[in-house]
């Protein structure tokens, strides 16, 4: 039963901004939205998440559309290192369990 | 570096073997994890510890035996395994609940290879 809908696979261009759209159109009042990445063979690494709002750090811009139901992971300025898998997942704040989808594999081009 | 370190990093274990694998956090977290990834599929969640007690077993096989002595260490004791075992085992922590959300720090991962 997942919880969230992302393409297979993009391409970015090296330098250039990346967006990746997640659809969870299912979420509840109290879940939150996570971002994940998997660089090949290590493990997952936490990247941003939001409930509402819309979220930045060092790393990502996180948008929510305004009912929820879908969410925008951006990445302003594409490098080589974010070649990875993306999780983007959906979870509440106590006794939850993260569930990894297949993610979208994102492939950054010189 | 997340905080969580694993050891080792690969294993080869032929499947009457009996080996362990390790997981450390520094981050004073209080939830503890093991996460299960085959070869290009997801990850499985295996087990879930919360204050050093077990609050999910997903259906996980009797070979694989979890510990959990504290909340800082997390073992995976591993016997009799079958060749289909073979994958990269994750570990992760966490703050068991957040009024901002539960972020979950991964270590590097064992992969594991049952001969």
């Known amino acids: 039963d997942a919880k969230t809908t992302q393409p297979t696979s993009m391409d970015c261009a090296e330098g250039r901004a990346a967006n990746l759209p997640c659809n969870h159109s299912t979420i509840s009042g109290n879940e939150y939205v996570y971002w994940y990445r998997q660089i090949h063979s290590q493990g997952p690494q936490y990247i941003i998440h939001g409930l509402k709002n819309n979220e930045t750090n060092e790393m990502a811009s996180l948008i929510i559309t305004e009912d929820r139901k879908s969410s925008t992971l951006i990445l302003p300025h594409a490098t080589l290192r974010d070649t990875a898998v993306y999780y983007c997942i959906v979870g509440g704040g106590r006794d939850y369990k993260l569930s990894f989808g297949a993610g979208t594999t994102v492939t950054v081009r010189a | 570096e997340t905080g969580v370190t694993q050891t080792p990093r690969h294993l080869v274990m032929g499947m009457t073997n009996k080996k362990s694998l390790k997981c450390e956090q520094h981050l004073g977290h209080n939830a503890m994890y093991w996460y299960k990834q085959s070869a290009k599929k997801p990850l499985e969640l295996m087990f879930v510890?919360?204050?050093?007690?077990?609050?999910e077993n997903n259906s996980v096989p009797s070979r694989f035996s979890p510990e959990c002595p504290n909340s800082s260490h997390l073992f995976l004791h591993l016997h009799t395994l079958q060749p289909e075992d073979s994958a990269l085992y994750l570990c992760?922590?966490?703050?068991?609940?957040?009024?901002?959300?539960?972020?979950?720090?991964f270590g590097s991962g064992t992969q594991l290879s049952v001969l």
């Open positions: 510890y919360n204050f050093k007690e077990q609050t």
């Open positions: 992760a922590s966490s703050q068991v609940w957040s009024e901002t959300g539960k972020k979950l720090f």
